[in-house]
């Protein structure tokens, strides 16, 4: 047993997947063998839950019974929506609101005796997790704003479905079908933080449920899932701002400011998934506001060409683009982790069920680093 201490785990081996695989340097993201470029511009978020959960994309005849099954599960119990009144108006958070109605999911569940090992029954919790994500975080929302929420649309797909909810109001083909792109390009990411999390829950056989509120809470440490809030939020501020936005990113740099959204842990080039999102950035633009595109390719043009932060090995990242997406979308911005989650659980779930198949407990150690034979002294003594 190696004695080399690996902080963060970083490079370290635990597991092998067949779902995701990340080439940090050529910036090339796979799901299941497929693209990630293939699967943004040709499935639909739906597909991408069959293909990671099923192993293979569905034909016309599988995904019309899986569609529906999603369907029927999208409500959530009035008991749920009643505590999301509760949180809002409470002010509480949206990540831990939703970490909250996980949580409460699991109480109406109606396979809760299901045994742990029975992975197919864990495959339709996973499912019905999923489809009431979107309806609990909605609801979250619309009660903040005061609102009573809107129940969910049979004829709309989960992409869709959730805007609409949100809203008030069906998107247009362009907003639903780049939302839909969006979650699909969030589905899953090797082991980062909150996957991992969610496997260490899962090879305890806890159930599905603790697993996913497990992923949620890592997925609500800044490090981890707010960097596209982060992003959005400097956008308003150069819009703000008196400076022209080059003059403002020019002189937040000098000032030896970090600009957010750029540098990943994993790619060494421009994230596939950047590439993506800014060509749906340019297409909201054209058929709205221009500026937050105009902002996030200058700032991107200026740190890449003048800066030469690429060859630094630092580049846009999936949230330096997808913050104006959202946000062209009609999203808040504290909306933008919880929305983050409302993807990524496809891919908490697949890779729990992935290694619950052939599952060992994960159980790393520690170096130990403090004192060694020290003398107990009574308490009457001390």
């Known amino acids: 047993m190696s004695d080399d201490l690996k902080k963060g785990l970083e490079g370290v081996l635990v597991a092998e997947s067949e779902l995701s695989s990340i080439d940090g340097d050529a910036g090339r ?51 749920v929506l009643d505590t999301m009144e509760r949180l809002a108006a409470a002010g509480e958070r949206p990540m831990a609101a939703l970490r909250t109605a996980v949580s409460m999911f699991s109480a109406y569940e109606p396979e809760d005796d299901a045994d742990p090992e029975d992975l197919d029954a864990t495959l ?5 997790i999923t489809a009431k994500i979107p309806t609990a975080l909605a609801a979250f929302e619309r009660y903040r704003q005061g609102e009573e929420p809107i129940d969910p649309n049979p004829d709309l797909g989960l992409a869709a479905n959730f805007l609409y909810m949100l809203t008030g109001e069906e998107p247009d083909d362009v907003a639903a079908e780049t939302f839909d792109q969006a979650l ?43 960097a596209n809030q982060d992003v959005m939020e400097v956008l ?94 009609g999203i808040p911005i504290d909306m933008y982790t919880p929305i983050f989650a409302m993807s990524r659980v496809g891919g908490w779930i697949a890779h729990v069920l992935e290694y619950q198949a052939e599952n060992r407990l994960i159980r790393p150690r520690a170096r130990y680093t403090g004192p060694q034979d020290q003398a107990f002294v009574p308490l009457e003594e001390r």
Do not use: C
């Open 184 to 226: 699909i390009l969030h589905a899953d990411h090797g082991l980062n933080a909150s996957t991992f999390t969610s496997m260490v829950i899962g090879s305890t056989m806890a159930d599905i449920y603790s697993a996913v509120t497990g992923g949620i809470s890592a997925l609500s440490g800044p490090l981890h899932g707010g």
């Open 29 to 79: 993201l796979i799901y299941r063998g497929y693209t990630i470029e293939d699967l943004a511009r040709g499935a639909s978020y739906e597909e991408v839950l069959y293909l990671l959960w099923n192993g293979h994309l569905p034909t016309e005849d599988e995904l019309e019974p899986f569609i529906e099954a999603l369907l029927e599960e999208r409500e959530v119990d009035d008991d």
């Open 236 to 329: 308003i501020e150069i819009d703000e701002s008196d400076l022209d936005h080059r003059e403002w990113v020019e002189q937040a740099t000098a000032e030896g400011r970090r600009i957010p959204g750029f540098g990943h842990r994993v790619y060494n080039v421009k994230d596939p998934r950047a590439k993506i999102l800014q060509e749906r950035s340019k297409e909201l633009a054209e058929t709205g506001e221009d500026k937050w595109y105009n902002y996030t390719t200058t700032i991107e043009q200026f740190l890449t060409e003048e800066k030469g932060l690429v060859e630094k090995g630092i580049a846009p990242n999936v949230d330096f683009y997808s913050g104006s997406v959202y946000y062209q979308l």
């Open 124 to 128: 339709r919790k996973g499912r019905r």
